[in-house]
């Protein structure tokens, strides 16, 4: 199902035609989604005195997607998550990650994500290109997303569900704190491994 948009490139007059004819299944996903944070997850992985990965995520984000059937390029997306949430399971560590030397929570406490193109690649996949935005340096980042389907759970709410990856040099976004390791290399590794896993729920108007 063409959540987002096809691949770039100029469409074809059969393309045209069917991009004419919207699938009532995916108009019927049109609309503004909030992100469950309940049930959703942004995770990040990397590598640790060149040897091993240390793995973390964001425990306080918020993020809306609209989804517009009728032309789903149009489709949309923005992330906002609070720095100072991160979590990788070691007190100390977290502590070090909040600090001057990595996110600087104090004079930059959030992270955004605003899309600026969405396409589909292929089945359910899909790819979201947009702007990251990290202690006030902006630079594009691409995510590559399985749609996961839609569902209403037992409170009548109206899910969709998506899983992404991404990967970026954090020196790209001025996160360069390293030390040097006796036998060769770097403490800590520059790419970082993104990965997501959203649910989101459909707004409804109030009557």
Do not use: C
């Amino acid at each position: 199902m063409a959540i987002f948009g096809r691949k770039s490139g100029t469409p074809d007059a059969a393309e045209q035609g069917a991009r004419q004819e919207i699938d009532p299944a995916l108009a019927a996903l049109s609309g503004t989604y909030v992100v469950d944070g309940a049930h959703s997850e942004i995770g990040f992985s990397v590598r640790h005195a060149m040897v091993t990965n240390v793995r973390g995520h964001f425990g306080d984000f918020e993020g809306s997607l609209v989804i517009d059937g009728a032309d789903p390029a149009n489709s949309t997306a923005h992330v906002e998550v609070a720095m100072a949430s991160v979590d990788t399971s070691a007190a100390d560590r977290d502590g070090h990650l909040r600090s001057a030397d990595f996110f600087d929570v104090e004079s930059f406490p959030r992270m955004t994500f605003e899309s600026t193109r969405a396409e589909e690649t292929g089945g359910d996949g899909y790819r979201l290109t947009g702007d990251l935005t990290i202690k006030g340096v902006t630079k594009p980042l691409t995510i590559d997303l399985e749609f996961n389907g839609s569902a209403t759970d037992p409170f009548g709410n109206q899910r969709i569900g998506f899983e992404g990856t991404a990967e970026l040099l954090r020196s790209d976004w001025g996160l360069t704190y390293n030390a040097a390791l006796e036998t060769g290399g770097v403490l800590v590794g520059d790419k970082i491994k993104l990965v997501f896993d959203i649910s989101a729920i459909l707004q409804t108007e109030a009557a």
